[in-house]
T-cell receptor, first 115, second 115 residues
Framework: SQTIHQWPATLVQPVGSPLSLECTVEGTSNPNLYWYRQAAGRGLQLLFYSVGIGQISSEVPQNLSASRPQDRQFILSSKKLLLSDSGFYLC??????????????FGQGTRLTVV | AQSVAQPEDQVNVAEGNPLTVKCTYSVSGNPYLFWYVQYPNRGLQFLLKYITGDNLVKGSYGFEAEFNKSQTSFHLKKPSALVSDSALYFCAVRARMDSSYKLIFGSGTRLLVRP
């Protein structure tokens, strides 16, 4: 069966420090991968998506970047965090094998607080 | 533009009573629709989806949703609410992006089931 791992669960970082959040998927190949941010416990904003290794699309301009160095690994990064980067970050995947109408599966999320 | 609307920020219902959480959508082509539930500080869990076929879709934990093409709605329902159903609920629609698809989420509806 497929599983998705996301870590760390919580993170407190000072303004100006770098960020690296990691997400890995097991039990599937060539998944579509996504990073979402959820602010104030409500709406989800799509930040990045990837349909393959090295292929990253950004939905909104921001202080963050994403990379996909391996098929089932998706990394969210920042060189210098801002206070406004605080939020709940969610990684998700769905099938990239042509069955593009499948539901997405989410990791448990990372609560990032920038102080 | 492709979008999802959840018009209610919060729905309150007494335990044992039926519940409805509303969702309307705007999408080009055939809609692929999803419902997710989120418990505090957790990722989203998939509940059910409509792809094609019967307009009444049954999902996890006794939830069901009714697809109504003429009203462009996909309301989530449950015949008898439980206190443990209290959570944040998201409706989502599949939207075309470049050569793949993404899920667009509504703003979420908080369900509160009182004993």
């Amino acid at each position: 069966s497929q599983t998705i791992h996301q870590w760390p669960a919580t993170l407190v970082q000072p303004v100006g420090s770098p960020l690296s959040l990691e997400c890995t998927v097991e039990g599937t190949s060539n998944p579509n991968l996504y990073w979402y941010r959820q602010a104030a416990g409500r709406g989800l904003q799509l930040l990045f998506y990837s349909v393959g290794i090295g292929q990253i699309s950004s939905e909104v301009p921001q202080n963050l970047s994403a990379s996909r160095p391996q098929d089932r690994q998706f990394i969210l990064s920042s060189k210098k965090l801002l206070l406004s980067d605080s939020g709940f970050y969610l990684c998700a995947w769905n099938s990239g094998q042509g069955v593009v109408n499948t539901e997405a599966f989410f990791g448990q999320g990372t609560r990032l607080t920038v102080v | 533009a492709q979008s999802v609307a959840q018009p209610e920020d919060q729905v309150n219902v007494a335990e044992g009573n039926p519940l409805t959480v509303k969702c309307t959508y705007s999408v080009s082509g055939n809609p692929y629709l999803f419902w997710y539930v989120q418990y505090p500080n957790r990722g989203l869990q998939f509940l059910l989806k409509y792809i094609t076929g019967d307009n009444l879709v049954k999902g996890s934990y006794g939830f069901e949703a009714e697809f109504n093409k003429s009203q462009t709605s996909f309301h989530l329902k449950k015949p008898s609410a439980l206190v443990s159903d209290s959570a944040l609920y998201f409706c989502a629609v599949r939207a075309r992006m470049d050569s793949s698809y993404k899920l667009i989420f509504g703003s979420g509806t908080r369900l509160l089931v009182r004993p």
